[in-house]
């Protein structure tokens, strides 16, 4: 019967585009879900920030066109969207197996930011979990090597909505806001942090030091985009 569902969907959507050509969701200008000129803009060099010592891997500044992206992964589960956020992640974890040959990812487990509670209800989950399988199936693919991820992190308080938050209140909002789900303290695998962007630092921060709480080695942070210091993104 899913056969049959997908089937019907995967009709209707090619249908539909034939009607309502897909515009490039990077630069809306090309009628392709992201046209070649973007995506060689998209998989740019990545560059390395520090959050109190963890080193942040970037492949992307962020503007308007990349906002557009992920807040279509984020809202809508655009599969476009997140495959690229995906290939994203991909280069900003290899960069830290390039700089350190005795690194292997294949080794390491990758924890995403946990969504707020609120978000989860909102969308129906987390829109990280999508794109870190597509993260997955893109290495098996590539290189025939197959990463690891798990949700060890939990939401230990309310965290407010960031996007209205200064500087300051962002965090104050994120400090000490995580803490680890108590049936995950086994894992003794090195840990690289997941987020879609980084802003200030706080959310990593928070999530480096609830990790290190347990004595468990935090390797650094993968992050699809970085914005200039203390932009606020929405």
Not at 7 to 14: C, D, L, N, Q, V
Not at 85 to 111: G, H, Q, T, W
């Amino acid at each position: 019967m899913k056969f049959v569902d997908d089937r019907k969907e995967g009709i209707f959507s090619a249908l539909t585009s034939l009607v309502f050509p897909k515009i490039c969701i990077y630069c809306q200008s090309e009628f392709a879900p992201l046209c070649l000129a973007c995506q060689q803009l998209w998989l740019a060099p990545v560059q390395r920030r520090y959050v109190k010592g963890l080193a942040v891997n970037s492949t992307l500044a962020y503007n308007a066109a990349i906002s557009r992206v992920v807040i279509q992964a984020k809202e809508n589960r655009n599969r476009v969207a997140q495959y690229w956020m995906a290939s994203a992640l991909s280069s900003a974890l290899e960069k830290f197996e390039s700089d350190n040959r005795a690194l292997s990812i294949s080794r390491c487990l990758l924890v995403p930011i946990p969504s707020s509670r609120s978000a989860i209800r909102k969308r129906g989950g987390s829109f990280l979990h999508p794109i870190l399988d597509k993260l997955v199936e893109l290495q098996v693919e590539k290189n025939g090597v197959r990463w690891r991820w798990k949700e060890l992190l939990i939401h230990r308080k309310i965290v407010r909505d960031q996007s209205e938050l200064s500087y300051t209140q962002r965090q104050s909002n994120l400090a000490e806001a995580f803490m680890l789900r108590s049936d995950d303290l086994i894992e003794a695998r090195p840990i690289l942090l997941i987020d879609d962007v980084l802003t200030t630092g706080a959310t990593l921060d928070s999530a480096f030091r609830a990790l290190r709480e347990r004595n468990l080695t935090v390797l650094g942070a993968a992050t699809v985009c970085a914005s200039a210091h203390r932009l606020l993104i929405r």
